[in-house]
């Protein structure tokens, strides 16, 4: 009898098919340990695993995504819980109010989801204008309602769950439902962020949830519930995407953004409600370097495409064999790194903004990466001077009408690294912009304690439609598009074999690109591992002039670049970068020291 029930069952599977979820171990999650999390730099082991590795930036959320796989998850779902649990312990990067960039390879093919943030439909490119048509400073701009953009993080995470989950959706959100209710102990790098950031004191709900009666931020080590985001989880766990794009949760975001003392945003309810009908799926950009091919995202993030340019463009350069001296970059190498950084962020400042809004230069984001076109930029370097301001070129072969966009700040973000059992991965990037974003709250309208930050992502826009010469501007704000990024979420591939190699990616604003780029050439040019590869020095270059990480080059490097005419910048770096390889036996992870991330696995 138990046998003809097993064969009825396999029939009926091969006839009907079988629910994955079904399947698998119901997820019980359990709150780990919480050991104090030192500041700062912290030097990071690696970590080596044979079955599958969960790399995030706090550790709360790593062991969340380990449970999730552990309970027999794909590393989408693991991704999923990972960012709603970054959403309450890391709140001033990333969560459920802002965007995000996920990679995801199935074993044969790279997908691609774009929840990136939208402009309201009422905002204009005169958007961050003053009354005399000065644009804001930087900092008031942040500071409003009127930088908040649509949050797309929930529906990327639906989406991609829906194509490539396994476990169901409800069971993802248990992790964060219950560290919400229960507390989690505030990590040291929250603690000195939200002590140093006197505008979330302004706004109420943030007043009233981080900070005591004195107006101090509640000391690291702290329990902190958060029932406010609790209950909009649970609500998104059980009802779906409705739960936050439309009601209360909706409602209260808007009347928060709408109602700011000083600077009102434009965003309605009709804005938010519209997103989950966007188009969230999108193509991959994939493209050859030595023997690798690295998977990244299209416009409007202009990561993959700098990343790539400044790869090629050193292609083409000659070169001395040594790069690194004592684990340091060699003056030679970083000049020629700057020198190709230039080139590309002058391309990127004229021609990367959101396709559904301008057309790529000759009508192919590819003409910007082909090997022609990296050959005539590298030309403009020299070996014994900096070029300066680097102009943008001509790819494609035709004239661009657009102005070039000026440097702007960007910060904060996140990344989350998965290789699960089965060999699946995800690089996903996610943010809320700045430290705490808008620096306003919501409590999705619950009356309770807490809620999630909103992004301040409108301000990855050009401030000003316009440049000095009048030209408009590309990355200009316009009704339903989306701001410029410079997320570079990036899968490694043998171009050979197409065999996955690695998957890394970082925050850091514009310097994602040269973290991502760094690590990058860290494993696959220098030899290093994942953690040798993201410790070593951060360095950038944003066509102003470069940026060296304080406390690691030494004054021989620093004079042999001012010889060259660079007038170096040393300041602190902080990235945030999370790699996982994979090795002959299993997989190898590293997480940055600058901040307090883990790798977890089996």
Same mark, same amino acid.
């Given at each position: 009898?138990r046998l003809?029930?097993i064969?009825?069952?396999?029939?009926?599977?091969l006839i009907?098919?079988?629910?994955?979820?079904?399947?698998?171990?119901t997820?019980r999650?359990?709150?780990?340990?919480?050991?104090?999390?030192a500041t700062?730099?912290t030097?990071k082991?690696?970590?080596?695993?044979?079955?599958f590795?969960?790399?995030?930036a706090?550790?709360?959320a790593? #062991?969340?995504?380990?449970?999730i796989i552990? +309970? !027999?998850?794909?590393?989408?779902d693991? &991704?999923? %819980?990972?960012? @709603?649990?970054?959403?309450?312990v890391?709140?001033?990067?990333?969560?459920?109010g802002?965007?995000?960039?996920?990679l995801?390879w199935?074993?044969?093919?790279v997908?691609?989801?774009?929840?990136?943030?939208t402009?309201?439909?009422?905002?204009?490119?005169?958007?961050?204008?003053?009354e005399?048509?000065n644009s804001l400073p930087?900092?008031?701009a942040?500071?409003?309602?009127?930088s908040?953009?649509?949050?797309?993080?929930?529906?990327l995470l639906?989406?991609?769950?829906?194509e490539h989950g396994?476990?169901?959706w409800?069971?993802l959100?248990e992790?964060?439902?219950?560290?919400s209710e229960q507390?989690?102990r505030?990590?040291?790098?929250?603690h000195?962020?939200?002590?140093s950031?006197?505008?979330?004191?302004?706004d109420?709900?943030?007043r009233?949830?981080?900070f #005591?009666?004195?107006?101090d931020?509640?000391? +690291? !080590?702290?329990n902190?519930?958060?029932p &406010?985001? %609790?209950?909009? @989880?649970?609500?998104?766990?059980?009802?779906?995407?409705?739960?936050?794009?439309?009601?209360?949760?909706a409602?209260?975001?808007?009347y928060?953004?709408q109602?700011?003392?000083?600077?009102?945003?434009?965003?309605?309810?009709?804005d938010?409600v519209?997103?989950?009908?966007l188009?969230?799926q999108?193509?991959?950009?994939c493209?050859?370097?030595k023997?690798?091919?690295?998977?990244?995202?299209?416009?409007?993030s202009s990561g993959?495409?700098?990343?790539?340019q400044?790869?090629?463009?050193?292609e083409?350069?000659?070169?001395s064999?040594?790069a690194?001296?004592?684990?340091?970059p060699?003056a030679e190498w970083?000049?020629?790194?700057f020198?190709?950084?230039k080139?590309a962020?002058?391309?990127?400042?004229k021609?990367?903004a959101?396709?559904?809004?301008?057309?790529?230069?000759?009508g192919?984001w590819?003409?910007?990466l082909?090997?022609?076109?990296?050959t005539?930029r590298? %030309?403009?370097?020299?070996?014994t001077?900096t070029?300066?301001?680097?102009?943008?070129?001509?790819?494609?072969?035709?004239?661009s009408?657009?102005?070039s966009?000026?440097?702007?700040?960007e910060?904060g973000?996140?990344?989350?690294?998965v290789?699960?059992?089965?060999?699946?991965a995800v690089?996903m990037?996610?943010?809320?912009?700045s430290?705490?974003?808008?620096?306003i709250?919501?409590?999705?309208g619950?009356g309770?304690s807490g809620?999630?930050?909103?992004?301040?992502?409108?301000?990855?826009?050009?401030?000003?439609?316009?440049?000095?010469?009048?030209?408009?501007i590309a990355?200009r704000?316009?009704?339903?598009?989306?701001?410029r990024?410079?997320?570079?979420?990036s899968l490694?591939?043998d171009n050979?074999?197409?065999?996955?190699?690695?998957?890394?990616g970082?925050?850091?604003g514009?310097?994602i690109?040269h973290?991502?780029?760094k690590?990058?050439?860290g494993?696959?040019d220098?030899?290093?591992?994942?953690q040798?590869?993201i410790?070593?020095?951060n360095f950038?270059?944003?066509n102003?002039?470069?940026?060296?990480e304080?406390?690691?080059?030494p004054?021989?490097?620093?004079?042999?670049?001012?010889?060259?005419g660079?007038?170096?910048?040393?300041?602190p770096?902080?990235s945030?970068?999370?790699?996982i390889q994979?090795?002959?036996?299993?997989?190898f992870?590293?997480?940055?020291?600058?901040?307090?991330?883990?790798?977890?696995?089996?």
């Open positions: 009898m003809s029930l064969y009825i069952f396999l029939f009926t599977c009907f098919g079988c629910d994955r979820a079904a399947q698998h171990e997820v999650y359990v709150i780990p340990d919480q050991p104090e999390l700062g730099y030097p082991p690696g970590w080596a695993t044979s079955e590795a969960v790399a995030a706090n550790p709360l790593a #062991d969340a995504g380990y449970q552990k +309970a !027999g998850g794909s590393a989408v693991a &991704a999923i %819980a990972i960012q @709603l649990v970054l959403t309450l890391e709140p001033q990067s990333s969560g459920i802002g965007g995000a960039f996920l995801f199935d074993g044969e093919q997908h691609a989801y774009n929840g990136r943030e402009a309201p439909s009422s905002a204009s490119e005169n958007l961050f204008l003053d005399n048509g930087y900092s008031e942040v500071r409003s309602g009127l908040v953009g649509v949050p797309g993080t929930l529906a639906k989406k991609a769950h829906e396994i476990l169901p409800k069971e959100f992790p964060a439902i219950v560290l507390g989690f505030i990590s040291p790098r929250l000195s962020l939200l002590d950031d006197d505008a979330l004191r302004n109420a709900i943030a009233a949830f981080y #005591d009666e004195y107006g931020p509640y000391p +690291a !080590g702290y902190l519930k958060n &406010a985001l %609790a209950h909009i @989880l649970r609500n998104v766990s059980e009802q779906g995407l409705p739960a936050f794009y439309q009601g209360k949760v409602e209260d975001i808007v928060r953004v109602n700011h003392p000083e600077r009102p945003g434009v965003m309605t309810v009709d938010i519209l997103y989950p009908t188009k969230l999108t193509d991959t950009m493209n050859d370097w023997s690798y091919r690295i998977c990244g995202f299209p416009p409007p993959h495409i700098a990343i790539m400044i790869l090629g463009i050193m083409n350069l000659d070169q064999e040594t690194l001296r004592d684990s340091i060699t970083l000049h020629n790194f020198e190709a950084s080139l962020f002058a391309d990127r400042n021609y990367v959101d396709p559904l809004f301008v057309d790529s230069p000759g192919d590819q003409h910007l082909a090997s022609g076109y990296l005539k590298a %030309a403009l370097i020299s070996t001077q070029m300066g301001l680097a102009a943008p070129g001509i790819p494609g072969g035709e004239q009408f657009f102005g966009q000026g440097n702007q700040p910060r973000t996140s990344h989350i690294s290789i699960d059992r089965e060999g699946r690089s990037t996610t943010t809320i912009e430290g705490f974003g808008s620096r709250m919501s409590n999705g619950t309770l809620g999630f930050p909103l992004n301040n992502e409108l301000t990855d826009f050009s401030l000003t439609p316009i440049d000095e010469d009048g030209s408009l990355n704000v316009e009704p339903g598009k989306r701001p990024s410079s997320m570079s979420p490694v591939f050979e074999s197409g065999r996955l190699l690695a998957t890394v970082s925050p850091g514009a310097a690109i973290y991502t780029a690590s990058i050439i494993m696959f220098w030899g290093l591992n994942a040798e590869a410790d070593l020095p950038a270059d944003f102003s002039a470069p940026v060296l304080e406390g690691y080059f004054a021989s490097v620093i004079s042999a670049l001012e010889e060259l660079h007038e170096v910048i040393i300041r770096m902080t945030g970068l999370q790699a994979v090795t002959g036996d299993g997989y992870g590293g997480a940055d020291p600058r901040r307090e991330g883990i790798v977890m696995g089996e």
